[in-house]
């Protein structure tokens, strides 16, 4: 059994990070989202929107940190898993052998101690143990709560050995006209498939990437968030912090000698994550977001990788690559059954039981201001 206990963070240092850091390397999944140097980063953005950060620390008899919930209580006392933006899945740290019930009871107490109105856990993977043992901390507490799969993540997934291999590979290029594309782009001036895994040239490369996002959507009705210089500096510094920690793969394509595709590649384990992506509008005929995601997969086999996670998002061409989906949850909880926070809770879990009422939702998020500038 661990020994719990729940401290407050008003400011980050160097031995509380060695401390996460040397847990973090122990964790079955080395989650991205939780590595150290983004999560301190993550600690300094909370502080300084005023928001209070709490450690729910697992401590073996040795005196080893063994497991670890990173949590943040907002100005109206909702308690949320401590990333705030940037994240695909939030989750605890712990190292192999801790129990789902021994982390369900460290959540508890954390729960007890922080004292919340209500809570909000999202994205929570259904991997690992974060979601049942979340879910059990909650219900020890004597919270109500609803917890739902809120979306699918597509993967292109291959299996050990040569003939997952050999699948993985055929996964990527089952299309002829795919792969005659990515033949003509090879083609080019100054062609370059980049897979950088330094950290020299970050910002650089960042300020490319936001500029190819802006052009890429600045014709649309979702303009991009990048033309906030305070966004774009956000960027940059989770690069910094994925590049510190060893996570960050930066893909891209360099045609007539500039890049003009970009892949923000976050590694866990054997898997990377397809994390954010940018493109410059050209070539749109040889669909060079495509390229890059084959390209990209090639350079994974011959680097000992074997899965695509896509991340959030439904764009259509995740699908057209990969071979499976799981799912990301969203958790609401409330002492009491009249919060409008568990409320809220289960209006959306009962219209995400059904694709119809999944349809008319999205269509009055979409169209909504529209139609009531009619009325």
């Not at 990969?322 to 009962?350: D, K, M």
Request: charged share 25%; aromatic share 12%; with cysteine.
């Amino acid at each position: 059994m661990l020994d719990w206990k729940i401290e407050r963070v008003k400011e980050t240092s160097l031995e509380l990070k060695s401390e996460i850091s040397g847990l973090w390397t122990r964790d079955p999944a080395c989650n991205p989202f939780a590595s150290p140097a983004f999560m301190e980063m993550m600690m300094v953005a909370a502080l300084a929107r005023g928001h209070r950060v709490f450690l729910a620390k697992g401590i073996r008899g040795n005196g080893t940190l063994a497991a670890l919930w990173p949590v943040r209580l907002d100005s109206k006392k909702a308690m949320h898993v401590l990333p705030s933006f940037l994240c695909d899945y939030a989750t605890a740290v712990y190292e192999p052998g801790v129990a789902q019930a021994e982390l369900a009871r460290g959540f508890t107490l954390l729960v007890e101690r922080v004292k919340p109105r209500n809570i909000l856990l999202q994205p929570v993977p259904g991997w690992g143990l974060t979601l049942g043992a979340a879910i059990q901390g909650i219900e020890t507490a004597g919270f109500r709560y609803r917890a739902f799969p809120f979306a699918q993540v597509p993967l292109l997934r291959g299996e050990g050995g040569p003939d997952g291999a050999q699948a993985f590979k055929k996964s990527l290029c089952r299309s002829r006209s795919l792969k005659n594309y990515t033949n003509r782009i090879r083609r080019e001036n100054g062609f370059v498939f980049e897979a950088d895994t330094g950290t020299r040239g970050i910002d650089q490369w960042a300020d490319q990437f936001c500029d190819a996002h802006i052009r890429r959507w600045q014709a649309t009705s979702t303009p991009s968030k990048y033309r906030d210089a305070a966004t774009r500096e956000k960027l940059k510094a989770a690069l910094h912090a994925w590049a510190g920690d060893n996570r960050l793969v930066r893909f891209s394509i360099h045609a007539m000698y500039r890049r003009i595709t970009f892949v923000a590649g976050l590694i866990s384990n054997r898997t990377i994550i397809h994390f954010h992506t940018a493109r410059l509008p050209v070539y749109n005929k040889l669909g060079t977001g495509n390229i890059t995601v084959h390209l990209m997969g090639l350079w994974m086999l011959e680097n000992g990788y074997d899965a695509i996670d896509f991340g959030l998002g439904d764009e259509p061409y995740k699908y057209y690559f990969a071979n499976t989906t799981r799912p990301v949850w969203r958790i609401y909880a409330a002492e009491s059954l009249f919060s409008a926070s568990f409320a809220r809770g289960c209006i959306e879990a009962y219209i995400r039981r059904k694709k119809s009422r999944m349809d008319i939702w999205e269509f009055i998020k979409t169209n909504g201001k529209r139609l009531y500038g009619m009325i």
